[in-house]
């Protein structure tokens, strides 16, 4: 039986075995053998594989990601992709706990990787994508280890918190989170009013960090939340308040650059700032949301793809569509469900591309007037062959 606070390993062994024990080694000297689990020695003989990594999963409080250098482009036997393949361990693995609100997802960056891009990464594991990660090298190990058990130490001993996670820098800092002392936060004059790339497809529990919102203006020395303006629950939209803070400047209001539900505050008016801790956590979160959300705000596209083509995957091979709004960011679509797109008043492009390993396709695109008060109902229909573009029909 996994207990329910474990941490759990993902990773592939021909690419990150030796560093990945090694990192294991010291999670258990830390938190003991009972709370680690990975694929290698915490199944006992005679269990279904598939049913224990599924409960496994489905029990941890934290999955470790743990990517290479080749880990995007990593291949099989017969030259695939291995992440195309929707039974491949590590895939199944990752989508697995990012279904889950309540299993924090970190990503372990090792031997000089980098973040996988969204579009590089297929079906619901693209929400991998903007996950914040922290950076383990073989010269830092040790101090950028300890950073990671301090976070971890946070989310399994404070779980009310839910989302205490390391800074989003991809180098992580030694020693533990500090309480400010001296100036924390400096806004270098004010930062252009341009939200930040969205989370994909209903993104659970997405931490906000104080430099993902919209700043108007500096602020310096020691930072305290004045005052906080959204509550559990509330829903937020791109330049709604969400908080006050204060610095020996003055005070600044922070403005929401995502579309979401507030599911954790994870600071109190008068508290001072933590590098590194969120300001809070979205329940709900990203630039797409499934219509059965029930997202309050009226203005928007019902978005209905209907299926890929059977002609176009009758060798099997994965495709999926992607959207996007006014050219940025391109996201997933799942095909088959209606979804909600929010989106404000005026006139927008939307884009649609029908993606298949190995093929090429043309992109699709209509201009469309949204009107305050008003959804409209856009579909798309996937092309019949290679080098075509679909149609999207409103």
Not at 75 to 103: M, Q
Not at 250 to 260: H, Q
Not at 271 to 295: C, D, E, H, I, Y
Request: contains cysteine; hydrophobic residues 40%.
């Amino acid at each position: 039986m996994v207990d329910a606070g474990c941490i759990f390993l993902n990773y592939r062994r021909q690419q990150s075995e030796w560093p990945t024990l090694r990192l294991r080694d010291r999670l258990v000297e830390v938190f003991g053998s009972g709370r680690i689990f990975t694929d290698v020695d915490s199944i006992e003989p005679g269990q279904d594989f598939t049913k224990a990594l599924e409960a496994a999963v489905g029990s941890c409080r934290v999955l470790l990601a743990v990517i290479g250098r080749d880990w995007v482009n990593a291949c099989d036997d017969t030259g695939r992709r291995r992440l195309e393949n929707p039974r491949d361990w590590v895939r199944i693995e990752i989508e697995s706990a990012l279904r889950r609100p309540k299993v924090q997802v970190i990503p372990v960056l090792i031997d000089g990787a980098t973040m996988p891009q969204a579009e590089q990464l297929p079906g619901e594991l693209a929400q991998l994508s903007l996950r914040q990660a922290v950076e383990i090298t073989a010269s830092g190990f040790v101090g950028q280890v300890e950073s990671l058990i301090v976070a971890l130490q946070k989310i399994l001993e404070h779980p009310s918190v839910k989302i205490p996670s390391p800074p989003r820098s991809a180098h992580v800092p030694t020693g533990p989170v500090p309480v400010p002392t001296g100036p924390v936060l400096v806004a270098t004059g004010p930062k252009p009013v341009r939200p930040a790339a969205p989370p994909p497809v209903a993104c659970t529990s997405y931490p906000v960090l104080p430099e993902d919102l919209l700043w108007p203006g500096p602020v310096t020395g020691n930072v305290t939340v004045e005052r906080v303006l959204v509550g559990v629950g509330t829903w937020m939209k791109i330049g709604d308040a969400v908080v006050v803070l204060r610095g020996e400047s003055g005070s600044v209001t922070l403005r929401s650059s995502y579309i979401g539900q507030v599911g954790a505050l994870n600071y109190q008016n008068g508290q001072p700032l933590v590098p590194g801790l969120p300001l809070l956590a979205l329940a709900v979160s990203g630039w797409l949301f499934r219509v059965n959300f029930k997202m309050p705000f009226d203005t928007g596209v019902l978005f209905s793809p209907g299926m890929p083509a059977k002609k176009l995957d009758a060798d099997g091979t994965a495709s999926r569509l992607m959207v996007a709004v006014d050219n940025e960011g391109r996201r997933p679509v799942p095909w088959g469900s209606t979804s909600l797109l929010y989106v404000p008043a005026g006139n927008h492009v939307f884009s649609a591309i029908y993606e298949q390993p190995g093929s090429s396709f043309k992109a699709v695109s209509e201009v469309v007037k949204i009107r305050s008060g008003r959804r409209i109902a856009m579909s798309y229909d996937a092309p019949r062959g290679a080098g075509r573009s679909g149609k999207l029909r409103c």
